[in-house]
């Protein structure tokens, strides 16, 4: 297919260019420079969608998310950074038209913010997000610095899909609910009551406890959704393990402790060290979800790219093996 496309692409330009070379008028010329142009963004197009074509999609591409930010080292900075962080999500959450929810934020007296979950709902959440997981390292002067020194922290994103409909069965008869009293920690006012809620899945032995809400029902439907979403992981953890190592770059659960990208402002530099692109124009970036989506789009793109490759070489081993390849 690309040799065919390439071939088109190379007849028409040949001739557009013959055509080009023979041309004195100069509104002509100019017109048959913007056809080429035009031409080549549209075989570049094309490639990319062959490229969608034989690659495929990932089913949970299509999946909710629980986005988790946690601030790793560089205390109160660190803190500060991660709110940065999560200001930019809501951001491009909004700019995808999604809608979202936050089921923890915890924030820190200064403002900064030592961890947050939130839920993303919409189209393709998870096919946007999941390469962000990861570590975020930012270099900057903190707020807090009197001298100027310039400080490294980081903090750490997690991209959890959620389960689909029906993808998780839980039988009541699995689950064992206890009540408890809330240990509301900080300013929190402690309840009185057994607000907070220990649920134990019986067949798996997963526990979850919740005493983010004051009401127990509350706390309980959210354990119940915690808990399934626990036993998609585990799900989605045994299929990959099933899946040959030329899709596994598409599902995107490379590994959390990895670096993927540093903020740097005094150079007002972003630096994805995925695709190992370099780009200006920090406020933006987090301000303003257009550019956090360009360079996930280019993301993906090269993820398709990778795993095509893989693809390839894989269809090549196997011919190999089966004596098909001439040596
Ligand atoms: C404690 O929890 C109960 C039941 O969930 C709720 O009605 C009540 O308002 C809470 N009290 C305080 C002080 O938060
Ligand atoms: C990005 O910037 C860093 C620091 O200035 C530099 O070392 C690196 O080579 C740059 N990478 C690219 C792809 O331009
Ligand atoms: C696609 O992958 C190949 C091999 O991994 C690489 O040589 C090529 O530069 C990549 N192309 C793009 C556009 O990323």
Redesign the pocket.
Known sequence: MFKSLSTFSCTFLISSYLILGSQNDKEIKQMIEDDILNCQAEIEELQKKVVKLIVGEVKTDQNDIILELSCGVGGAEAMLFTRDIFNMYIKYIQYKGWSHEVLTYDKTVEGGLRKAEIEVNGDFVFKYLKYEGGVHRVQRVPQTEKSGRIHTSTMTVAVLPQPSEIDVVIQDKDLKIQTFKSQGSGGQSVNKTDSAVRMVHLPTGTVIECQESRSQIENRAKALKYLRSRLYQKELEAQLSQVSNARKLQVGTSGRSEKIRTYNFQQDRITDHRIHVNLSHIEGFLNDGAELDSLLEDIID?TN??TL?ALIDEYHQNLKKQGKMKK
Request: charged share 25%; hydrophobic share 0%; proline share 0%.
């Open positions: 090269y790219n990778q490759e």
